[in-house]
Structure formats: structure tokens, C-alpha cells
């Protein structure tokens, strides 16, 4: 009976000895930052971003990206103004996502064909000149082996802005003359734009 109480008493002075151990070394490898020889700054990856709409000869503010009861040949200009508004300079990526396909007028009209396959896109930026989307089909930019978001859309890659820098990307959406009028009553919705921003 002594023996098990002398073991349980050095088992737990052992135990205890450990913990202050583990403590001190845990508290020995801590370093102190004298605040007094450091600039301490928050990182601040920021950006003011619009998207635009070509009306006459005027960039426009819009909220949305639609396309409805268009006719063969019709064409939408947009612009993504993106301002580093943040404190050091950043990257940053622009996803075109959740493509709402459907009719504009669905009430007593049944029609299988989707604007994703016969609406073109084509897309440029201002700065990254070397990424850009050449005129092609929705559907076939989403599938593209380089895009690696599918089923969204890349539509700007590694755009770098300096703090205080505009970027600039500008994408056009068509829908081509040679398409039959069975497009006319079809609808085309773009409900998200992802930009992702990095610090450089």
C-alpha cells in the first residue's frame, strides 16, 4: 500500500515537473519586438471596381450583365474598371461565373436552344496584354483547357496593379448575324464577376 502511494506521489511530482518543463521551453523560444526600431503597417489589399456598358459613345455604370430578346448581329460593350485603392500593390484575377441560360418570355414557348453555345465573347485588358480571349463562344471559352475555373469563365489572369493604379478590362458580348431569329426570345444572365486579389 506504501509503495503504490509512494509511486503515485513521484508520478505526480514527475508529471508536474514535465509541465514546468514544457512551460519554460515554450516560453524560452518567445521572442520580445521592441515597437520602438519597427514600422509595424497593415497590409491593405484593396480595389474600387465598376463594371461599365458601352451606350452610344458613353461608358455607363450598370449593375448587371444581360442579355434579352436580342436580335442576330445585336452586341453589348462592357468595361471593368479596377482601381488599387489599397496600400501595396496587388494581382489579381476576373472570373465570369453562375451563367443563367433561359427564355425571355417562357409563357406558352418551348425552345431547347441556348444562347451559351452561339453568343461570342471576345476580351482584352489593359495591362496583362498578353492574356486576352480571342472571338469565340461562350461555351467554347468555358471549356477551354487553360481555364481552369470551368464552368466559370477566366476572363483577366494575373492583371498587377501598383497602389494607386487603374487596370482596365474590356470584354464584348455578340450575338452573331448568322443565327437564325429562334435566338431572338432567349435570355442570357452573368450573376457573379470573382476578382481575386493578391498582394505582390
Do not use: C, H
Request: glycine residues 8%; aromatic residues 8%.
Amino acid at each position: 500500500m506504501k509503495n503504490r502511494m509512494l509511486m503515485s506521489i513521484l508520478a505526480l511530482v514527475g508529471a508536474s515537473l514535465l509541465l514546468v518543463g514544457a512551460t519554460l521551453a515554450w516560453f524560452t523560444v518567445s521572442q520580445t519586438v521592441n515597437n520602438d526600431n519597427i514600422d509595424l503597417a497593415l497590409i491593405n489589399v484593396d480595389a474600387v471596381v465598376t463594371l461599365e456598358t458601352m451606350i452610344g459613345e458613353t461608358w455607363t455604370s450598370v449593375d448587371s450583365i444581360n442579355i434579352a430578346a436580342s436580335e442576330p448581329g445585336d452586341s453589348f460593350q462592357y468595361r471593368l474598371t479596377i482601381y488599387n485603392s489599397g496600400n501595396i500593390g496587388l494581382k489579381t484575377d476576373i472570373i465570369l461565373s453562375n451563367f443563367i441560360d433561359g427564355l425571355t418570355n417562357p409563357l406558352g414557348y418551348d425552345n431547347p436552344l441556348s444562347l451559351l453555345s452561339v453568343v461570342t465573347i471576345a476580351a482584352s485588358n489593359s495591362i496583362n496584354e498578353t492574356y486576352g480571349i480571342s472571338t469565340m463562344t461562350l461555351s467554347s471559352a468555358i471549356s477551354q483547357p487553360a481555364n481552369v475555373y470551368s464552368p466559370n469563365l477566366m476572363l483577366a489572369d494575373n492583371i498587377s496593379l501598383a497602389i494607386g493604379e487603374t487596370g482596365y478590362v474590356y470584354f464584348t458580348l455578340s450575338l452573331p448575324g448568322t443565327v437564325g431569329n429562334d435566338y431572338r426570345n432567349l435570355s442570357l444572365g452573368i450573376q457573379q464577376i470573382r476578382i481575386t486579389l493578391v498582394s505582390e
